[in-house]
């Protein structure tokens, strides 16, 4: 069993950063596709940026510019960094792992991140 563990989010003025972070508990960057996804109230989980095992990197068009997908294989952690945050990116976001060659697939617990004046 895989463990995913973000951390990061928190409340910050709308034009703000901030860097999610995702601990993951098994060295799996080399077979499993990791994702951000978001969840605002009301609205169904959309994916936010994806990164494959190959590091073939893609965003949703509402974040693109703003939003960067990275993995640091020492730490086994893979990270958001979010820029000029808007009020529409309010959500919890959470982290994902799906292998690339079967339905497995782990999810984090989720962090809020809101933005708000």
């Known amino acids: 069993q895989v463990q995913l563990v973000e951390s990061g989010g928190g409340l910050v003025q709308p034009g703000g950063s901030l860097r999610l972070s995702c601990a993951v508990s098994a060295k799996i960057f080399s077979t499993y596709h990791m994702g951000w996804y978001r969840q605002a109230p009301g609205k169904q989980r959309e994916l936010v940026a994806g990164?494959?095992?190959?590091?073939?990197?893609n965003y949703a068009d509402s974040v693109k510019g703003r939003f960067t997908i990275s993995i640091d294989n020492a730490k086994n952690t893979l990270y958001l960094q979010m820029n000029s945050l808007k009020p529409e990116d309010t959500a919890v976001y959470y982290c994902?792992?799906?292998?690339?060659?079967?339905?497995?697939?782990?999810w984090g617990q989720g962090t809020q991140v809101t933005v708000s004046s």
């Open positions: 990164i494959t095992s190959g590091s073939t990197t």
């Open positions: 994902n792992a799906h292998h690339q060659f079967s339905a497995t697939t782990f």
